[in-house]
């Protein structure tokens, strides 16, 4: 017997005016990529998206049918789609982050070579924003109307020390959010409900510093910082629960015939575990203060070196269930459209807080192909990426309900 998803996404591919939204996708896709290229030249350097890419964000959201748009504190971008029920009444969130990991002096140029096109941050996630801006379009067009309120936003702070601060802003402020999808990451198969946790730490090591050659014999934060990191570099780590370790930013010192007085390194822990997460961090945070202990002990001194540890990401470790009603959805949808579902993706995305805590998320792909992602050399094949929009588009009613079709799986 068919699940209440597969049910749901029969009775929406039976619709005559969600078949109509499905073919103003495919021929809205030109327009789509071109706004892809739009976004991938607005500067979009994490914490400072209200600068540039919050309001050309939001005057996009409006001009695409949004209602009630809106920039709140941190920067996200975000307007509505009401339902029968009112403005308070329960929402489903699609969302794409607005931040890159780029920073604002970042050249930004668009160029066509071979298919596909070449900018940083063409992919993740102009083209994200793009889909969500191509969804909205495709509703208007074929007069959709949800039964839950839909709430479209382009969310601040996801990468890099950004903590994913835009979402967590999102469901303190509007505790009416029920479920979330977060289109990030490329492919039209993606499904991807494996959440990876992340804890982000720089550690600052201090020292007296001095002449390399007529101080020698000082400890040497440098010294320690090396000794420490690597300690780290060669840790066993479990395989599954996948567990990583980077260290991943080291600046520090002023010469090459100067004692360092100072040494920083940025160290990225990722795990599938929560636990295994906390382990990671814990061994980490201890070869940290070993190697302090190392060097002062090796130069025959006690706390002449000093570190700090400054915690700045911590991203909790979530799944959405296999058998849930989302990815169940998810499943139906792909199948619809003749793809094949990836559900072995596991990301790092906007989708592990609201999974973190209990709601129906997952994180859907923007189409096509990304390469060299978080490099200025990225690029993306643009080829059938509109199987990703209408994937969206369905999982969306899918969730939400449309109204005089059927009834909202949330």
Same mark, same amino acid.
Not at 118 to 139: E, F, K, Q
């Given at each position: 017997?068919?699940?209440?998803?597969?049910?749901?996404?029969?009775?929406?591919?039976?619709?005559?005016?969600?078949?109509?939204?499905?073919?103003?996708?495919?021929?809205?896709?030109?327009?789509?990529?071109?706004?892809?290229?739009?976004?991938?030249?607005?500067?979009?350097?994490?914490?400072?998206?209200?600068?540039?890419?919050?309001?050309?964000?939001?005057?996009?959201?409006?001009?695409?049918?949004?209602?009630?748009?809106?920039?709140?504190?941190?920067?996200?971008?975000?307007?509505?789609?009401?339902?029968?029920?009112?403005?308070?009444?329960?929402?489903?969130?699609?969302?794409?982050?607005?931040?890159?990991?780029?920073?604002?002096?970042?050249?930004?140029?668009?160029?066509?070579?071979?298919?596909?096109?070449?900018?940083?941050?063409?992919?993740?996630?102009?083209?994200?924003?793009?889909?969500?801006?191509?969804?909205?379009?495709?509703?208007?067009?074929?007069?959709?109307?949800?039964?839950?309120?839909?709430?479209?936003?382009?969310?601040?702070?996801?990468?890099?020390?950004?903590?994913?601060?835009?979402?967590?802003?999102?469901?303190?402020?509007?505790?009416?959010?029920?479920?979330?999808?977060?289109?990030?990451?490329?492919?039209?198969?993606?499904?991807?409900?494996?959440?990876?946790?992340?804890?982000?730490?720089?550690?600052?090591?201090?020292?007296?510093?001095?002449?390399?050659?007529?101080?020698?014999?000082?400890?040497?934060?440098?010294?320690?910082?090396?000794?420490?990191?690597?300690?780290?570099?060669?840790?066993?780590?479990?395989?599954?629960?996948?567990?990583?370790?980077?260290?991943?930013?080291?600046?520090?010192?002023?010469?090459?015939?100067?004692?360092?007085?100072?040494?920083?390194?940025?160290?990225?822990?990722?795990?599938?575990?929560?636990?295994?997460?906390?382990?990671?961090?814990?061994?980490?945070?201890?070869?940290?203060?070993?190697?302090?202990?190392?060097?002062?002990?090796?130069?025959?001194?006690?706390?002449?070196?000093?570190?700090? #540890?400054? &915690? /700045?990401?911590?991203?909790? !470790?979530?799944? *959405?269930?296999?058998?849930?009603? =989302? @990815?169940?959805? %998810?499943? +139906?949808?792909?199948?619809?459209?003749?793809?094949?579902?990836?559900?072995?993706?596991?990301?790092?995305?906007?989708?592990?807080?609201?999974?973190?805590?209990?709601?129906?998320?997952?994180?859907?792909?923007?189409?096509?192909?990304?390469?060299?992602?978080?490099?200025? #050399?990225? &690029? /993306?094949?643009?080829?059938? !990426?509109?199987? *990703?929009?209408?994937?969206?588009? =369905? @999982?969306?009613? %899918?969730? +939400?309900?449309?109204?005089?079709?059927?009834?909202?799986?949330?």
């Amino acid at each position: 017997m068919p699940t209440r998803a597969e049910q749901a996404i029969a009775a929406l591919t039976g619709s005559e005016k969600i078949r109509t939204a499905l073919d103003f996708i495919r021929q809205d896709h030109d327009a789509r990529i071109a706004e892809m290229k739009e976004l991938a030249l607005v500067q979009g350097e994490t914490g400072k998206e209200s600068l540039a890419r919050s309001p050309k964000y939001l005057g996009m959201l409006q001009r695409d049918g949004a209602l009630d748009c809106a920039i709140d504190g941190i920067g996200n971008a975000y307007g509505y789609l009401y339902g029968p029920g009112g403005r308070e009444a329960p929402r489903v969130l699609i969302e794409a982050h607005l931040d890159t990991v780029f920073t604002e002096d970042t050249p930004l140029a668009i160029r066509a070579e071979g298919g596909l096109i070449y900018c940083p941050g063409i992919g993740d996630d102009a083209a994200g924003l793009s889909l969500i801006l191509s969804v909205l379009r495709a509703i208007r067009h074929a007069g959709l109307v949800p039964v839950r309120n839909v709430m479209a936003a382009g969310t601040a702070c996801e990468e890099a020390q950004g903590n994913f601060n835009g979402m967590r802003k999102l469901l303190a402020d509007h505790p009416e959010i029920v479920a979330s999808v977060s289109i990030d990451g490329d492919g039209n198969d993606r499904v991807c409900r494996q959440g990876v946790g992340v804890k982000r730490t720089e550690f600052i090591f201090r020292g007296p510093g001095g002449h390399s050659w007529m101080d020698y014999g000082l400890p040497a934060c440098m010294h320690a910082m090396c000794r420490a990191m690597n300690a780290i570099a060669v840790m066993e780590l479990p395989k599954a629960p996948k567990t990583t370790v980077n260290i991943g930013v080291v600046g520090g010192g002023t010469s090459v015939g100067a004692i360092a007085t100072e040494a920083r390194v940025h160290v990225d822990m990722r795990s599938l575990d929560a636990g295994c997460l906390k382990a990671l961090e814990e061994r980490v945070l201890a070869a940290v203060h070993d190697g302090v202990a190392a060097e002062n002990a090796f130069r025959g001194k006690t706390s002449a070196v000093t570190v700090e #540890a400054r &915690s /700045y990401s911590d991203i909790p !470790a979530a799944q *959405a269930p296999p058998d849930g009603i =989302l @990815v169940r959805a %998810a499943i +139906a949808a792909s199948g619809t459209l003749r793809l094949e579902p990836n559900m072995a993706y596991s990301a790092s995305t906007n989708a592990n807080i609201p999974m973190s805590r209990g709601l129906p998320a997952l994180t859907l792909g923007y189409g096509g192909i990304s390469r060299d992602i978080h490099s200025p #050399a990225e &690029s /993306y094949d643009p080829t059938e !990426a509109f199987l *990703a929009v209408r994937k969206t588009l =369905l @999982v969306l009613f %899918a969730l +939400a309900g449309l109204e005089g079709v059927h009834d909202p799986l949330v």
